[in-house]
């Protein structure tokens, strides 16, 4: 089964320095480890400051670690020098973020988002396969090419983001809160694409977000994060029957629900 | 009587592209210790309906129609300076979107609970944070509050500062547009029940919550009332709504809610969600806004609105189950 590791993150500790005459060290991440399996989805769940987007980051390779290793198929992803490594293993491991707005230059036409991507894999731009991707994400070419991404409303633009990973199929995606800025009935749609990706190209993929329902129904497994640590991890169903950490406890309790209803309120 | 009865309201914005219809014939009341959510995806009108209903209506936006009434007083047909006036703070009070960032970075706790109750009432400094500390520790929050800047303060205790400030002077009617919608979970339940209490204790003596979270307005709404392009398509008890959804909407914007509990594995995300996206307001489809996504629908929905149509408390607005 070792094989089947495609992503190994190991003691990954950050620690932001802040402060210019007296420094202060903030211990963001604290030796966090854990593994992802081919197409299992792996959710990272916290509140807010709880270190979760730094371990996104460290692992997009857009932050250094201050200690600790991330193993991609075996290979330590900061050992990769190289454009061309960094280039393949940008395409392999590919990032949806919160905001698709963001990820968005809003003086381009969105197009160019989808051309970036054959870019990414250096062949010539292929019409037939952007619209192909459309498709799969159920949006129509003459919806949103030729558009403005201010044209586009927030659901359309994130399944466009992950249009771009129809066309890649990346071999992990890390989706830092993929749905908290669209609509339920929209979010529906947009989790299910998550699965497809999964279920037709094994894609494993890594769900941040603070949104334990979410995490809930997607994840084969679910890591919870407080404070820069991992303190419990388990399958969904067994973390939300009996958690065991006094941390996700009282993050179940917190949390709406829409059949229970909170006791003492 | 209602503290708050609307008939009919219809407010639009006028824009170079066309009127928004984002208040379209909306009728509701609001009873003594009633704890009303008003639910609905983002552009269905419900914040716009929060300042009609207060008649915070200023151009672009115009009512059209409607009367509404304020603890039996009309006030469709009286001017927004009139109503601020007389009513806002006093007998209706709003804690609006983005609230969080309206607290001066400069200016203590107890100074913008002054500015605020002052901008509605004459009332001393002295006495105001006299009462500001008396409603603090009612609530069981620490007065030394009163004393800290915002930078100083987590966004829980933030938020609860403002939902202070908007009710110290007793209003009956409350207004919370996403109150929590910037905060963790367990912060989130702080406010939650602090917005319980203030109404317990009769500080207030009914509240709208307006949030995109069902799960939310589950746990402390008594009645529930689900907006879609800007019109009411379904009214009732909280737990009747949830467990009998009658409106297709609504049954879609339940089954997309995803909470940590089995129900909601078994139930799955495909049983039924929702196709497309809401539709624009300056064009609304015609009939029935819903029936482009609708899996009911029928050729009467493509040119005739439903109303809202009661049968005992509950209320939908849906040719399925009008006769």
Same mark, same amino acid.
């Given at each position: 089964m070792l094989s089947s590791i495609i992503l190994k993150v190991e003691d990954l500790t950050k620690v932001y320095e802040t402060g210019l005459f007296k420094k202060k060290y903030i211990t963001?991440? !604290?030796k966090v480890s854990f593994n992802v399996s081919r197409g299992e989805i792996v959710s990272l769940v916290g509140e807010s400051g709880s270190g979760k987007t730094t371990v996104a980051k460290i692992i997009l390779r857009l932050l250094p670690p201050t200690s600790g290793r991330v193993f991609y198929n075996g290979e !330590?992803?900061?050992?990769?020098?190289?454009i061309e490594d960094l280039k393949k293993y940008w395409r392999e491991v590919h990032a949806v973020f919160q905001d698709p707005f963001a990820s968005?230059?809003? +003086?381009?036409?969105? !197009?160019r988002v989808l051309e970036q991507a054959f870019n990414l894999m250096g062949t010539p731009v292929d019409e037939n396969a952007i619209k192909e991707a459309l498709k799969e994400v159920a949006l129509l070419p003459s919806e949103v090419l030729?558009?403005?991404?201010?044209?586009? $409303?927030g659901g359309q633009r994130q399944r466009l983001m992950i249009a771009r990973c129809f066309l890649?199929?990346?071999?992990l995606i890390l989706a830092?809160?993929?749905? $908290?800025? +669209?609509d339920a009935s929209t979010r529906a749609s947009i989790v299910n694409l998550f699965l497809r990706l999964r279920d037709e190209y094994k894609t494993s993929i890594i769900f941040i977000t603070h949104d334990l329902g979410l995490a809930y129904f997607v994840s084969d497994r679910i890591l919870i994060m407080y404070k820069g640590r991992i303190v419990e991890e388990g399958s969904p169903d067994e973390l939300i029957s009996s958690p065991k950490d006094a941390y996700t406890r009282s993050l179940l309790e917190s949390v709406p629900l829409l059949y229970g209803k909170w006791a003492g309120f | 009587m209602s503290l708050l009865k609307a008939e009919g309201l219809r407010a639009y914005y006028n824009s170079p592209i066309g %009127?928004? #219809? /984002?208040? =379209?014939d909306i009728s509701l009341s609001v009873e003594e210790d009633d704890f009303i959510g008003i639910a609905g995806e983002s552009g269905c009108g419900k914040s716009t309906l929060a300042n009609v209903l207060m008649m915070n209506i200023r151009p672009p936006l115009k009512l059209y129609g409607g009367r509404l009434f304020l603890n039996g007083e009309e006030?469709?047909? #009286?001017?927004r300076d009139y109503v601020k006036e007389k &009513?806002?703070? *006093?007998v209706i009070s709003i804690v609006p %979107?983005? /609230?969080?960032?309206?607290?001066?970075? *400069?200016?203590r706790t107890k100074e913008f609970i002054i500015d605020v109750v002052q901008a509605h009432k004459k009332i001393s400094e002295k006495e105001i944070i006299e009462m500001a500390k008396n409603k603090f520790i009612e609530l069981g929050?620490?007065?030394?509050?009163?004393?800290?800047?915002?930078? =100083?303060?987590s966004g829980g205790m933030r938020q609860r500062v403002i939902i202070v400030a908007s009710t110290i002077l007793n209003p009956k009617v409350l207004i919370a547009d996403e109150? *929590?919608? /910037?905060?963790?979970v367990s912060t989130q339940k702080q406010v939650l029940k602090m917005m319980l209490d203030l109404q317990r204790k009769q500080s207030i003596r009914s509240t709208i919550l307006i949030t995109h979270d069902i799960a939310i307005q589950r746990q402390v709404c008594n009645k529930l009332i689900v907006m879609y392009a800007g019109r009411i398509v379904e009214y009732g008890n909280v737990d009747d709504v949830l467990y009998n959804p009658k409106h297709p909407y609504t049954k879609g914007l339940i089954n997309s809610v995803l909470t940590p509990e089995p129900e909601v594995r078994r139930r799955g995300l495909m049983a039924l969600f929702i196709p497309g996206e809401p539709p624009n307001l300056v064009n609304p489809p015609p009939g029935c806004s819903f029936h482009p996504r609708c899996? &009911?629908?029928?050729?009467r929905c493509k040119s005739e609105t439903p109303g809202l149509t009661y049968s005992g408390d509950r209320a939908v607005a849906c040719w399925l189950y009008i006769l």
């Open positions: 963001a991440v !604290d !330590d992803i900061w050992e990769k020098k190289s968005f230059n809003p +003086v381009y036409k969105i !197009d030729g558009k403005y991404p201010h044209e586009l $409303s890649l199929k990346p071999k830092d809160e993929p749905v $908290s800025m +669209v | %009127q928004v #219809k /984002a208040v =379209e006030i469709s047909d #009286k001017s &009513f806002w703070g *006093t %979107q983005a /609230a969080l960032n309206s607290l001066m970075p *400069t200016k929050l620490s007065p030394s509050v009163l004393d800290l800047y915002p930078h =100083e303060l109150p *929590t919608s /910037a905060l963790d899996p &009911f629908a029928m050729p």
